[in-house]
């Protein structure tokens, strides 16, 4: 799914709701991805839907950071 307001939809949020559509569906949901980058703020560093993804990378993730560290152009 698209989050496109954070602060409407918080991610938490989110991953709650998907945790209780599953087990009424008697599925685990048991990792999750993002697709793309997070504001800064999005960011909880301790959050329990954030440890479920696995090897996120904030600074690679975070666009914040991504702007402070952008990808080298490539050569051509």
Do not use: C, S
Not at 8 to 25: W, Y
């Amino acid at each position: 799914m698209n989050i496109t307001d954070f602060r409407a939809t918080p991610m938490g949020r989110v991953h709650d709701r998907v945790r209780e559509l599953a087990r009424a569906n008697g599925a685990v949901a048991a990792a999750g991805e993002i697709i793309g980058l997070i504001p800064q703020e999005a960011y909880e560093a301790e959050a329990e839907w954030l440890r479920e993804i696995p090897d996120f990378d904030p600074e690679a993730k975070v666009l914040e950071r991504r702007l402070e560290h952008p990808l080298p152009w490539p050569e051509g």
